[in-house]
């Protein structure tokens, strides 16, 4: 893990750009407490477009004493794309510009190679994240792309806990999926999200296997979770991590 | 109103058994604020059976600075029974029994007149508990029979914000009501409470025309809302009521 860049964000918040292998990414640590529990924040990819909304959860994070790391995701913003990838990408963007219902099968394009490339590279990741002695478990995953959530919930013993987004397509083979997990989750729903099928989210929620999980469904849009459904997942993560 | 009974719990709560007229209930005021914004409990009807949870629930209110306040059900605990009500009742126990879909018109005759008593006996109860100096507004309703909070918020201004509960039955009829509902809600349903319909209750949410509403979904249980649920709805009221 290389730092290429480091930069005080105020509130007493440090950033750090690093690349692990062929990996960007960023971690952001609260200055005061060390070691920190870290929070994996996921995304649809894209880390320069990602950033304001990434760098507003690291540091809400941080507030409240935890560390929060973030990588690209494979094929997105500076790193190499796939043309099987960027082909499925044009598909669901052409069915969903149609108003047409997207197919699974365009969906299991798109998301399962990306969960197989994706999940070991966060693994990776939080190897060399653990190793900094400013960094101390428990570890959660908050965030986008559930498909990887799941799989990262599923395969990695690290991670105790987990707030999913629930706004983006997962493939059906998943849902099986789902019910191994067991870590106590935090599912949000944006209701009124246009891009995101709710039944297919509901149905998620009731697959998962976690004795403790709880879905908070809001008003608002994709981007427009309410400050307090944030701060509620902070809250989740303050009762499992510290 | 009269007060009939009168005790401290500690913890700087009194707790008030009143009358108003026929209608018996109780009043907890936290001893420190006064005037205190008031939340209305709604409960399914017996108030002694009910005691330890509204009590409970009182006591958290008085914590954050809030009265309570609660009235039993016409037709419920000491109150005089309606034998169409009774005779409703029974027919829905044995649809629940027997594994039977309830009917929508036994629905219609136990909750539709339920409603029509109940809601006017709130607005009467409103009325004095917000002459009494220690109480002043905003007021907010919290609890279960959740068509008595859809027609309150419907119709009593004064209520400014609804934690409802989705553990109950809902005339259909009573899904238009829903839409002209435009407080801030938050809604608690327990996924798996099997005496309960969870598609009629994400219907419901989905109905209400509310700009914030907010749905927190918990496993437990009807009776087992997790402590982390409570303490949110809480978070709801000072968010709204302070």
């Known amino acids: 893990m290389q730092f290429t860049s480091e930069q005080h964000l105020g509130s007493g918040v440090l950033e750090r750009e ?69 082909q499925a990408r044009a598909d669901l963007r052409r069915a969903l510009e149609a ?30 994240l653990l190793s900094l002695p400013e960094i101390g478990g428990p570890v959660g995953y908050s965030g986008g792309v559930m498909a990887i959530g799941i799989r990262l919930a599923v395969v990695e013993p690290r991670i105790s806990a987990a707030v999913l987004f629930a706004g983006s397509f997962v493939p059906r083979a998943m849902f099986e999926e789902a019910r191994q997990v067991t870590i106590p989750l935090h599912v949000l729903l944006q209701w009124d999200d246009e891009g995101n099928d709710r039944q297919q989210a509901l149905d998620l929620f009731d697959a998962f296997g976690s004795k403790e999980k709880t879905l908070h469904a809001n008003l608002g849009g994709h981007t427009g979770v309410p400050q307090f459904a944030g701060d509620a997942a902070a809250q989740f993560f303050t009762r499992h991590l510290s």
Chains 1, 2 share one sequence.
């Not at 870290?38 to 959860?57: D, F, K, Q, S, V």
């Not at 047409?100 to 966060?122: M, N, S, T």
């Open 18 to 86: 690093f690349t692990l292998g062929e990996i960007p990414g960023t971690l952001w640590t609260p200055e005061s407490a060390a070691p920190a529990p870290l929070i994996l924040l996921g995304h649809p990819g894209g880390l320069h477009r990602m950033y304001p909304r990434l760098a507003a959860r690291a540091r809400q994070s941080a507030a409240e004493g935890f560390a929060a790391a973030t990588i690209e995701l494979p094929g997105s913003g500076d790193r190499p794309r796939s043309a099987a990838a960027e």
């Open 99 to 128: 108003g047409e219902p997207v197919d699974d099968e365009i969906v299991d394009r798109l998301v399962l190679p990306l969960v197989e490339k994706a999940v070991p590279e966060w693994q990776t990741t939080l190897d060399a």
